[in-house]
C-alpha cells in the first residue's frame, strides 16, 4: 500500500474517533417539551438564547433539564424563563445556582414587542417547545400557543393513531413487494 492512502486511512480512523468521542461528551442534542405539544395549539415559533450560569450549561450538556412545566413571561420589556428545572452540575465547585431559577431569554427588541402583543390576548400563552444547541450556544425554541380543550386533544390522538397505522400498512406493503 502506498505511504499516501496509509496516510488518508488513519485520518479516517482520527476523525471517527473524534466523532465518537464529540456525541460522548454531548447526548442531549435537544430537549423537547411534548406536554407543550400536547396542550396547545403552537401558533407561531421563536429562537431565543438563554442566560446561562457556568455549570448549568454542563448540566443541559449531560441531559439534565426538565422544561415540561416551562413557560417565558415579558416584563418590564425582557423576556424571562420561568419553571426550567436545570439540575445542578455534580461536578461544580462553587457558585450554583438554583435549579428553578428564573432565566433570562435573549431575543430581539421587535420580538419581545411582538411576544407581549401576543401574549396579552385571551388564551394565549408562550411555552417552551424545546432546547438545543446551535454554533455552541443553548437555544430555546418558544411557541406562542393557545390551549387545547379536551375534544381537540382526542382528534389529535386519532389522528396520529391513523397516520402511524398507514405508515406500518405501507411499510409491510412495501417489504412484500420488493
Known amino acids: 500500500m502506498p505511504a499516501s492512502s496509509r496516510s488518508s486511512l488513519s485520518k479516517v480512523r482520527i ?13 442531549a442534542e435537544s430537549i423537547l417539551n411534548r406536554k407543550a405539544l400536547r396542550d396547545f395549539h403552537i401558533l407561531e415559533r421563536y429562537e431565543a438564547g438563554i442566560e446561562l450560569k457556568g455549570s448549568e450549561v454542563k448540566s443541559v450538556r449531560a441531559g439534565k433539564a426538565n422544561i415540561s412545566d416551562a413557560f417565558a413571561r415579558i416584563e418590564n420589556s425582557e423576556a424571562f424563563l420561568y419553571n426550567a428545572d436545570i439540575q445542578p452540575y455534580e461536578k461544580a ?48 425554541e418558544l411557541g406562542v400557543g393557545r390551549g387545547k380543550v379536551a375534544h381537540d386533544k382526542r382528534a389529535d390522538l386519532k389522528k396520529r393513531a391513523v397516520e402511524r397505522e398507514t405508515a406500518r400498512e405501507v411499510a409491510r406493503f412495501n417489504r412484500k413487494h420488493s
Do not use: C
Not at 15 to 27: C, D, G, Q
Open 93 to 140: 465547585s462553587h457558585e450554583i445556582p438554583s435549579a428553578k431559577r428564573v432565566r433570562k431569554l435573549l431575543l430581539h427588541r421587535e420580538e419581545i414587542d411582538k411576544l407581549y402583543g401576543e401574549s396579552q390576548i385571551k388564551g394565549r400563552a408562550l411555552v417552551v417547545l424545546k432546547l438545543y444547541w446551535k454554533n455552541g450556544k443553548l437555544k430555546a
Open 15 to 27: 476523525t471517527n474517533n473524534f466523532e465518537r468521542v464529540s456525541r460522548a461528551i454531548m447526548p
